[in-house]
């Protein structure tokens, strides 16, 4: 199969591509500005820049692509108070971008895969099914929720997987999340404030990158939650974080997410009920203890 994915550069798309570079696939990457992927180009590989908010750009590489047999779409403004503070520019990115390839695929692939999020609920009730009510409390939230409906409105087979707090390294090096934030402050010896009135089921990026390939052997066609399995708030991740790296768990502060003021408000309860996956696609995500140990096992 032809495979293409759009945001190659990102978190996920970067393990993605790595993964299915270990199939048999044809696989096109594609971002917004030169490759940042540590792969040399082949007959099953090559990298492509496209910015999806750019039509004309988007008619003339799918014109130089050829035929393609699945779309993976990852690419998307994803920092929550930069969508608020930049509106425009987050509907531009998300909803438009995601558009512009719906029209240029139209007819042409078996599988059109959307990467959605678990904002798009309002965290009121948390450990959402895949037909639970839409409801997102920010921007970002409400462009990925109309990209949901412009992928659900046509008539391309589509699937639409949402995560949930995507945590990991890029190939290349770390990346800042809520376990680095805790291993690096309290290695210094700085006291930190950490939330204990937010739920989500935090995923492993390889995870994520699995549960999406088998969504793509599998073919499997309509909303798929793939996360973590287990419901954990900031403080329960930053305290498995301090006995894992058997830090001074003194240091931090449990604290309401209302201690922090942030441009764009965040849902309280997220977290996904992932039975679907589990027995549609015989996805099964590792622990978030397992998950830190994978990210440093890459970067020690
Ligand atoms: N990370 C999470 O916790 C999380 C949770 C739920 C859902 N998701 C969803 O998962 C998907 C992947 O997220 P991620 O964590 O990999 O985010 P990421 O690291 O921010 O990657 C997103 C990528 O999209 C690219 N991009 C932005 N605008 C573009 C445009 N106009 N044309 C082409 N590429 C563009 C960015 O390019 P540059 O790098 O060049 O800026 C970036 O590489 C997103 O759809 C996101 O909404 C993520």
Same mark, same amino acid.
């Given at each position: 199969m032809k495979i293409l994915i759009t945001g190659a550069n990102g978190l996920l798309g970067q393990h993605l591509v790595n993964h299915l570079l270990l199939t048999n696939h044809q696989i096109i990457a594609t971002g917004k500005?030169?490759?940042?992927?540590p792969f040399t180009e082949s007959d099953l590989y090559s990298y492509l820049t496209l910015d999806i908010s750019n039509k004309a750009s988007i008619e003339k590489t799918m014109q130089q692509i050829g #035929?393609?047999?699945v779309v993976v779409h990852a690419a998307a403004s994803t920092q929550v108070d930069d969508c608020e503070n930049n509106k425009e520019a987050a509907y531009t990115n998300n909803v438009i971008g995601t558009s512009n390839l719906l029209e240029a695929t139209k007819g042409k692939i078996k599988q059109f895969v959307y990467i959605s999020t678990d904002?798009?609920?309002?965290?009121?009730?948390?450990?959402?099914?895949? #037909?639970d009510v839409l409801n997102p409390v920010n921007w970002y939230g409400q462009t990925k929720k109309t990209a949901e409906e412009k992928v659900r409105e046509t008539n391309l087979p589509w699937t639409i997987i949402r995560t949930c707090l995507v945590y990991g390294n890029t190939l290349s090096g770390t990346r800042a999340n809520i376990i680095t934030w805790v291993k690096d402050n309290l290695e210094n010896k700085r006291p930190i404030k950490v939330v204990s009135d937010q739920v989500r089921t935090p995923t492993y990026v390889e995870d994520l990158a699995n549960g999406i390939i088998l969504a793509i052997q599998k073919n499997a066609k309509g909303i798929y939650h793939i996360s973590g399995n287990e419901t954990l708030t900031p403080y329960d991740m930053a305290m498995k974080t301090v006995s894992f790296f058997n830090?001074?768990?003194?240091l931090i502060t449990k604290v309401d997410a209302s201690t922090f003021s942030q441009p764009g408000k965040r849902p309280q309860k997220t977290g996904f009920s992932i039975e679907k996956a589990q027995r549609d696609l015989g996805y099964q995500p590792i622990s978030f203890e397992e998950g830190i140990k994978k990210m440093f096992a890459k970067v020690q």
């Open positions: 500005g030169p490759t940042r992927l #035929d393609i047999d904002f798009v609920f309002d965290g009121v009730n948390g450990f959402y099914k895949e #037909d830090l001074d768990a003194t």
